[in-house]
């Protein structure tokens, strides 16, 4: 068999296998230029293999298909119907588990071509099932008119709430995901800078707020108030006033909307609004002026002379204080990673971003089946494995962020080297002469079993009774 006619049965396999393709799409799958793959695709054509099912766009499909078409009586609604909730089924079932996806992720999860998931969304889309955001081409479920929404018909509720939001303007999108958008604002009537957070008004949504009402906090982003309302305020405000996007990383801000354990007891003192309209949860929390510690250990490795460890161990230590405090309280951040720690002006730690956040246990106080949800680069060995875990799984990314502050990691791909090694406990040659304490510690955090890990109290009390943080050299003794 030539390689002519080789690709050319491998082609039609493709298309056996995958359904009606463009071109372009062939051609990057088997890794040709697009001249060759339509030389092959115009001799299958000639020999009467494939055929164009438009001829304006160039879609191809196997003739075979058409002459089936021919021959087969159309299928009953029922059973189109039924073939159509097969397929959707999975990608409903993904969606819900990860918040939101790129049709490209969605495709590689399970198993299929890009092209044939983007048919597919697209025609879920026009059940309104599910629905893209333009900017981040995240796929997610439309949770709209489901069981899940606050959203009930009604004409009374949403102008006596939403109009807190006219109190505010609009000054930047400081990120968004599959859930909705982070934004700083200005308040109109007191001149402060705030964030705002906007995610779609279903019970997801709860959890975070929730969690922010209960941990008040020092070292804990503040939260102020939520309110329920149209997306008009932000719309409006986007297209006449953020013209000027703030490029500052110190404004960025990572989030994503939490998931809701099915065995919580659910209790929302929201489910008594009354609207007819698709409406929003927005999230008042203050801004975090002094950037995150994304920003500072960049800052930190571009310097030639690398700082002190003093500093890094004291903010190490206000996040081991906040992270306490959560624990405290019964729940696990889950999303614990350079980005979500943030600073105020005063350059004071903040956690945030407690869209991940869950229960330790359920009401019985029996472990609660997880999801694998959360940054994978920094996610712990049994949350990454789909396992019950505890909150001891807020500790081992800890541990690699107390490294890399402390650790001078130059480029990003010394970096990439580094990772997996780190991961599995695994230090430079220098580390543990330079940091032998700190190291000592850190192998400890990142411990493969969570039961061999020491929680947020007891890593504080180290950091208390190792180093003298309240002095401005730092005085370490012998562990």
């Not at 730690?349 to 246990?361: E, M, R, S, Y």
């Not at 580390?431 to 890593?459: G, Q, W």
Request: hydrophobic share 30%.
């Amino acid at each position: 068999m030539s390689a002519d006619t080789e690709m050319e049965r491998k082609i039609c396999d493709f298309l056996r296998q995958n359904g009606k393709c463009k071109a372009l799409i062939i051609a990057q799958h088997f890794g040709l230029d697009k001249p060759t793959v339509n030389k092959h695709l115009h001799n299958l054509k000639i020999s009467n293999q494939l055929f164009k099912t438009n001829e304006d766009t160039s879609i191809w499909d196997l003739m075979e298909k058409k002459n089936e078409l021919k021959l087969t009586p159309k299928p009953e609604r029922t059973s189109q119907t039924t073939t159509e909730t097969s397929k959707e089924k999975p990608v409903e079932d993904l969606l819900m588990r990860s918040g939101g996806l790129k049709a490209l992720h969605i495709a590689r999860e399970l198993g299929q071509t890009k092209q044939t998931i983007n048919n597919l969304m697209y025609s879920m889309e026009k059940k309104g099932k599910v629905k893209k955001c333009i900017k981040s081409e995240i796929w997610s479920l439309n949770e709209e008119g489901s069981d899940e929404s606050f959203s009930q018909e009604s004409d009374q509720g949403l102008d006596s709430v939403s109009g807190l939001s006219h109190s505010f303007d609009v000054i930047a999108e400081l990120g968004q995901g599959g859930y909705g958008c982070v934004y700083k604002v200005k308040h109109k009537y007191d001149g402060k800078i705030y964030a705002v957070k906007r995610v779609n008004l279903t019970r997801k949504a709860d959890s975070e707020v929730k969690a922010l009402a209960r941990l008040d906090h020092p070292n804990i982003v503040r939260y102020i108030t939520c309110w329920p309302g149209s997306d008009d305020w932000t719309s409006i405000q986007e297209r006449n006033q953020v013209s000027n996007k703030s490029g500052s990383s110190s404004d960025v801000v990572t989030f994503s909307c939490g998931e809701r354990n099915g065995d919580d007891d659910y209790k929302s003192g929201m489910e008594s609004l009354g609207v007819t309209d698709r409406i929003y949860l927005f999230i008042q929390m203050d801004f975090c002026e002094g950037g995150n510690l994304t920003d500072w250990i960049k800052a930190r490795n571009d310097m030639r002379k690398q700082r002190t460890t003093v500093e890094s161990h004291k903010i190490f230590y206000e996040i081991i204080t906040g992270v306490e405090f959560i624990h405290a309280n019964n729940l696990i951040h889950r999303d614990l990673k350079p980005d979500n720690i943030l600073f105020s002006a005063d350059g004071k730690v903040k956690i945030g971003d407690f869209g991940l956040v869950v229960t330790q246990t359920d009401q019985n106080g029996d472990p609660i089946e997880r999801s694998n949800r959360g940054t994978s680069t920094y996610m712990s060995p049994e949350q990454e494995n789909k396992r019950n875990y505890d909150e001891k799984t807020d500790i081992f990314p800890l541990g690699l962020i107390w490294f890399e502050m402390i650790w001078k990691i130059s480029t990003g791909m010394e970096r990439v080297m580094l990772w997996p090694d780190l991961r599995n406990k695994r230090f430079p040659k220098m580390f543990s002469d330079k940091c032998p304490t700190e190291s000592k510690f850190i192998m400890e955090m990142l411990s493969y079993s969570p039961e061999h890990r020491p929680n947020a109290k007891d890593v504080k009390e180290n950091l208390d009774r190792f180093f003298s943080l309240d002095q401005d050299l730092l005085s370490q003794k012998t562990v």
